[in-house]
């Protein structure tokens, strides 16, 4: 069943729930607060054209038996939309974008108890079917907000429906879709441990999910999980070869042609770290070539966002990383001039690549504009990672930092620090 995105719906469907009327709900909630309410009221609190107060969110919850918490959220989601389309219409910045988006976040924290509750103590496809809605729905805050933001949330989610899963009743075909379910959430719930900085949580959930995938014989979510535990390796420790190639050994047979595009351009990632620049430029290529595969087979929720700009990204990344900037720049500028400042922590990220490239080609003054630019990106990020990479560029920037942009571009990026204290 999907889920309420608003707290207009969530009243409506609370009500629709409780088989009440508008008046009838008025008069319970005048009943209980001792105070008369209309039915026009309650219309215009189920239309949002009149926000509850505090007060009437906590009568609207005691009169449905649940936790004021998930009106309150609600309300200030709404709130917070409202402050966005405002913004928006006189010129309003990602930073309101983002505001909106955590407000929708903390909403989503609270909805998991009111979606369990209809599950019951048996499951079924419907069921298997709704958590996937959720996980792809929670998948999709990642695009916004950055891992100290979803971290909880995603963590939470897979707890809730590992217990969900151990404590029911189903069918083995049903127990094996559950499972792949949680190798999924633990995939979700890795990356943005990853993306905060905890990286032992994100490497438990990785091995976690790798498990689950291999116990609900899901090759392409093993796969998965092998390349996240190798993009990890290339940060914290060392380029494991080893582990990249064996990600796309696992799934190739099984994979759709986006999960083998995914699996190779971060294949090539480890190899381009590794110093391999023909390993990389061949997998490259291959994901150049298979993501524009056609497939009868329904691609996975979690292979979304893998397109042809997804794979030239992870290109002019590689080609950085090898020191080619005459091959990185023109793919990196050319992506980028399509990529959105509401996906600020990933386009951070992104521009320090290219920054790095125009330093290696001797163009200083415009790697300094550039890594200002993502540093205003990143402030207020909930990421380690472009904070992270803004000061290796910083550093190489250093020796020049007598030209005025240099010198302004390090002064934002130490702004940027200092707001992450």
């Not at 300094?368 to 990672?385: D, F, K």
Request: aromatic share 6%.
């Amino acid at each position: 069943m999907r889920e309420p995105t608003s707290i207009g719906e969530l009243l409506r469907r609370l009500r629709a729930g409780a088989g009440r009327s508008q008046s009838e709900q008025a008069d319970v909630l005048s009943e209980r607060a001792g105070r008369a309410v209309t039915r026009n009221e309650v219309s215009r609190w189920e239309t949002e054209k009149r926000m509850l107060t505090p007060y009437w969110q906590q009568h609207y919850a005691d009169s449905f038996g649940i936790p004021v918490g998930i009106v309150k959220r609600a309300v200030a989601a709404a709130k917070a939309r409202r402050r966005l389309e405002q913004r928006e219409h006189h010129g309003g910045d990602d930073v309101q974008r983002r505001e909106f988006l955590g407000a929708m976040a903390g909403l989503a924290v609270t909805l998991p108890g009111v979606a369990r509750s209809e599950v019951g103590s048996r499951l079924g496809v419907g069921d298997v079917r709704m958590m996937l809605m959720r996980t792809a729905r929670l998948r999709r805050l990642d695009d916004y907000l950055g891992g100290a933001d979803t971290v909880h949330l995603y963590a939470t989610e897979l707890a809730a429906t590992t217990k969900l899963v151990r404590e029911a009743s189903c069918t083995t075909a049903v127990r094996k879709a559950c499972t792949a379910v949680i190798a999924e959430q633990a995939q979700l719930a890795g990356w943005a441990a990853f993306d905060a900085g905890m990286h032992d949580v994100a490497k438990q959930h990785y091995t976690t999910s790798f498990a689950a995938a291999k116990e609900a014989e899901d090759a392409a979510l093993a796969g998965n999980a092998l390349a996240f535990l190798a993009y990890q390796q290339v940060t914290v420790d060392k380029p494991n070869v080893e582990t990249a190639t064996a990600s796309y050994a696992i799934a190739e047979r099984q994979a759709t042609p986006k999960v083998r595009a995914l699996l190779l351009e971060r294949m090539a990632w480890t190899h381009a770290v590794a110093g391999q620049a023909d390993a990389a430029d061949r997998a490259l290529a291959e994901a150049a070539e298979v993501v524009h595969q056609r497939d009868e087979r329904p691609e996975p929720d979690w292979v979304f966002w893998v397109d042809e700009d997804e794979i030239k990204i992870m290109a002019g990344r590689c080609w950085t990383q090898l020191r080619r900037p005459l091959r990185a720049v023109p793919v990196l500028e050319d992506v980028l001039s399509r990529y959105g400042d509401t996906h600020a922590r990933d386009k951070a990220m992104y521009l320090t690549s290219l920054a790095h490239a125009y330093l290696d080609a001797g163009e200083v003054e415009q790697a300094a504009t550039i890594t200002e630019r993502a540093a205003r990106l990143a402030s207020g990020v909930g990421s380690v990672r472009p904070a992270e990479k803004i000061r290796k560029v910083v550093r190489r920037l250093k020796p020049h930092r007598s030209l005025p942009m240099v010198s302004s571009a390090i002064e934002t990026a130490g702004l940027l620090a200092t707001a992450q204290v």
